[in-house]
């Protein structure tokens, strides 16, 4: 066996002894400038922070990345520690940013020491994560994002919250099909490829859509982003300030824009072909001008399907490189749902300050387990709202097969809030004005917030505000 072998060799058995530790651990190598570098990590930094090994180690090499940042601060605060004439009391800890740009707090122990077989300086960190997390949040706002006529923009800066905070639910893929869906994603956002995340209504496109932004925003700062819902009653005129021209050039604005730029667009299946086209002239303009573009997109049907309908050129598909990704219905990934339905009822219980808190029965557990949820997230949310408004004590009825507010009629939640004989008298206006005063009482007048009023309607605030305005009601004070 030659010298280059046995090297080889000895550095795969370090790495296979590193996974078997039961924490994530990083390696550095102290140069003679004495500054440290990353040399090495295990695989327990993808379930912490959602990186390979591999590619947290190459990001770190980056200047420009966040993460050299982060792992400087790291170090700085061991060679503080390693000269600090008494151990710390508690554990102490540091702050890095997992792929999507959250930042999670983890405790961690060191060593400082010399190989022996090289002579080089090394320094081990042990990294032990938080069960309180430090939230990172966009300039979108909320988390249904703040919009103007259907367009949302980010220009991805980020604040870190101040103290540490309670996360947000987590992403649930409990079942082999999300965890399938979730590492396609992720894959997608590393690669050059516009993004088509196509499957029924209400499945989660959206927040994967999302997730992939974060992904690509984090892993080059400085990207623009830009949304477009082509649902949106205003879409034609937020498109138009899509398509602004320079008045003196007649370029398109956004190809002048001289930094990577994500264009997010949801419900694809609605654009019209002239507005596609135009999207295609931008990024070939820009692709002149050699600024990257992305398209993230969501859709209920794939590429093919839109193509062969004639809601898309064909010539499109030939001339761009597209991922698609489907997104299961919850049917689909029935193991998802327990987690799913006790974060969500939670919350809205939370919201609703109900005490003591109520919970399904494992015989209503098992009902809706089963039950087949033909509008996914958008049914399933409307049956646990209406068990929390019409919770008696510890006890939730549970009402499967409710109306949805995508069938254009509210009236499956008035049934939980008011009497039969109610919603036989009372005009839609008055009922609904009826309905928005009993969710806004539930919430104290609050209309933002995860225990807001909007949260527990499943709506962005600002259109709840519009619909309040429009019947004239005023939350209590």
């Given at each position: 066996m030659s010298h280059q072998e046995k090297i080889a060799l000895n550095s795969l058995f370090w790495r296979e002894m590193l996974d078997k530790l039961p924490a994530t651990v990083l390696i550095f190598k102290i140069d003679e400038q004495e500054q440290a570098r990353l040399l090495l990590t295990n695989s327990h930094i993808r379930k912490d922070l959602g990186f390979s090994p591999e590619e947290y180690v190459l990001a770190s090499e980056s200047e420009e990345s966040p993460i050299t940042a982060e792992l400087d601060l790291l170090i700085d605060e061991v060679a503080r520690l390693s000269h600090a004439s008494a151990p710390p009391d508690s554990l102490p800890s540091a702050v890095l940013s997992n792929r999507q740009g959250e930042q999670m707090r983890f405790g961690f122990s060191f060593s400082v020491f010399q190989s022996k077989a090289n002579r080089s300086n090394?320094?081990?960190?042990?990294?032990?994560?938080?069960?309180?997390?430090?939230?990172?949040?966009?300039?979108?706002?909320?988390?249904?994002?703040?919009?103007?006529?259907?367009?949302?923009?980010?220009?991805?800066?980020?604040?870190?919250?101040?103290?540490?905070?309670?996360?947000?639910?987590?992403?649930?893929?409990?079942?082999?099909?999300?965890?399938?869906?979730?590492?396609?994603?992720?894959?997608?956002?590393?690669?050059?490829?516009?993004?088509?995340?196509?499957?029924?209504?209400?499945?989660?496109?959206?927040?994967?859509?999302?997730?992939?932004?974060?992904?690509?925003?984090?892993?080059?700062?400085?990207?623009?982003?830009?949304?477009?819902?082509?649902?949106?009653?205003?879409?034609?005129?937020?498109?138009?300030?899509?398509?602004?021209?320079?008045?003196?050039?007649?370029?398109?604005?956004?190809?002048?824009?001289?930094?990577?730029?994500?264009?997010?667009?949801?419900?694809?299946?609605?654009?019209?072909?002239?507005?596609?086209?135009?999207?295609?002239?931008?990024?070939?303009?820009?692709?002149?001008?050699?600024?990257?573009?992305?398209?993230?997109?969501?859709?209920?049907?794939?590429?093919?399907?839109?193509?062969?309908?004639?809601?898309?050129?064909?010539?499109?598909?030939?001339?761009?490189?597209?991922?698609?990704?489907?997104?299961?219905?919850?049917?689909?990934?029935?193991e998802d749902l327990p987690e799913i339905i006790e974060i969500w009822l939670s919350r809205l219980v939370a919201a609703a300050d109900l005490r003591p808190a109520p919970a399904y029965t494992p015989q209503q557990m098992q009902q809706l387990l089963q039950h087949e949820w033909p509008e996914n997230f958008q049914s399933l949310k409307e049956v646990i709202r209406a068990s929390v408004l019409s919770a008696n004590g510890e006890k939730l009825p549970l009402r499967l097969g409710i109306k949805t507010f995508g069938e254009g009629k509210q009236a499956g939640l008035f049934g939980g809030a008011l009497a039969p004989e109610l919603q036989q008298v009372l005009s839609y206006d008055e009922m609904s004005r009826v309905y928005f005063r009993h969710v806004l009482d539930l919430t104290k007048g609050k209309i933002y917030g995860d225990d807001g009023a909007a949260a527990l309607l499943g709506m962005p605030p600002t259109t709840l505000q519009s619909k309040l305005k429009k019947l004239k009601v005023k939350p209590p004070k």
């Open positions: 090394l320094i081990s960190v042990a990294l032990v994560p938080a069960l309180i997390r430090n939230a990172v949040f966009s300039t979108e706002g909320p988390a249904d994002g703040h919009r103007q006529n259907g367009v949302q923009e980010n220009n991805t800066e980020v604040a870190a919250a101040k103290g540490d905070v309670i996360p947000p639910p987590p992403f649930v893929a409990v079942s082999e099909v999300m965890k399938g869906v979730l590492e396609k994603a992720d894959h997608a956002a590393g690669i050059e490829a516009h993004i088509l995340l196509h499957g029924e209504i209400a499945t989660g496109k959206r927040a994967i859509a999302s997730r992939i932004e974060k992904t690509c925003v984090f892993a080059k700062p400085g990207t623009q982003v830009m949304h477009i819902d082509f649902r949106a009653e205003a879409a034609e005129a937020s498109f138009q300030k899509i398509v602004e021209r320079d008045q003196t050039s007649g370029a398109y604005l956004l190809a002048q824009l001289p930094k990577n730029l994500i264009l997010q667009i949801r419900a694809l299946d609605n654009i019209k072909i002239p507005q596609l086209e135009t999207i295609a002239e931008i990024i070939d303009e820009r692709q002149a001008r050699d600024y990257r573009t992305r398209l993230i997109m969501t859709s209920r049907i794939s590429l093919d399907q839109l193509s062969e309908s004639g809601r898309i050129p064909a010539s499109l598909l030939y001339k761009y490189t597209f991922f698609p990704i489907p997104v299961p219905p919850l049917r689909h990934r029935r």
